[in-house]
């Protein structure tokens, strides 16, 4: 009774805020909406997994691969997962859990603008929600498929509901009481559209660390495709490379990765090196 009559109140106050209050990113959408950016999107492709109690953090996740062809049973990724201790996942179990499953899951910016873009370039978007109060904390994970701008609905695989529809300021006010966190879980091959260089460089050493080195050597080419210049995904290329024994790409990328790093710190200037001599090492 005691946990029912404070979901009732957690509810009633995030109500009564959402009436009276527009938080800034939703008030900018709707104010100011992007002229580049597609007023309404529907992702009715995306499949869906209900939320059994606890494990909506393994639905959410299972949602996210298969909408990236990557199978993914909801039950099988509890086991990898859910915490029975904490009656649910950490976000470090669920990047972790994506990258087990072949995955690259990249921390997308705390912009609702940028769930909303990632969603209109066709990738799910996980999201971490607090659907009680900072006191009174309800954790909760879904998954954005759709929104409309013009109606102020962002629309979620949330529970054991395929189709959730909810008003952008009330999810802006759970999202921002799960500290903004969003994920977009990709093949080694895709990178989000909105994703930042740090957080994709950050998703792209997480996946080695994971995955057979011919993977992950394809991560690194992916964030370069991008970002040319990034030293890191130059020497970590040249390091795949070498561990999956292609010793000739390994030192082409190890060479481009010191070249560019002439004129970076010494630190990066002496792990480009480092690369080099890896590769050109044959013992």
């Known amino acids: 009774m005691i946990a ?20 800034p990113q939703t008030a900018a959408l709707q104010t100011r909406p992007p002229q580049d950016l597609a007023p309404r999107v529907e992702r009715a492709e995306v499949p869906f997994f209900a939320q059994e109690r606890d494990h909506c953090g393994p639905a959410a996740l299972a949602m996210a691969l298969a909408d990236a062809g990557i199978p993914a049973d909801p039950d099988r990724l509890a086991d990898a997962v859910f915490l029975p201790s904490r ?46 109060l900072e006191w009174i904390p309800r954790w909760h994970y879904a998954v954005v498929v ?14 054991t509901t395929r189709r959730a529809t909810l008003p952008l300021r009330t999810f802006e006010y759970t999202w921002a009481r799960g500290g903004h966190w ?16 740090a957080d994709a460089q950050d998703a792209a050493i997480g996946f080695e660390r994971a995955a057979p080195p011919s993977r992950a050597a394809v991560a690194y080419r992916t964030l370069l495709a991008r970002w040319p210049d990034n030293l890191l995904a130059g020497i970590g290329l040249g390091n795949t490379l070498n561990a999956g024994g292609d010793r000739a790409g390994a030192r082409k990328a190890a060479q481009r990765a010191l070249q560019r790093a002439n004129t970076a710190e010494p630190a990066w200037r002496d792990a480009a090196t480092a690369a080099l001599a890896a590769a050109d090492d044959r013992h």
């Open 4 to 23: 029912r009559a404070c979901a009732a109140l957690a509810a009633l106050l995030l109500s009564g805020c959402a009436t009276l209050f527009t938080p």
């Open 87 to 132: 009656a649910g996942s950490l976000q470090l179990e669920m990047v972790g859990g994506a990258r087990r499953q072949g995955a690259v899951a990249t921390r997308l910016p705390r912009e609702l603008e940028a769930v909303l873009r990632e969603v209109a370039a066709g990738h799910a978007v996980v999201v971490l929600q607090n659907l009680g």
């Open 146 to 159: 759709g929104y409309d701008i013009e109606r102020h609905e962002i629309l979620l695989r949330s529970g």
């Open 182 to 197: 969003a994920i977009a879980v990709l093949p080694p091959d895709r990178l989000p559209a909105t994703a930042l260089q």
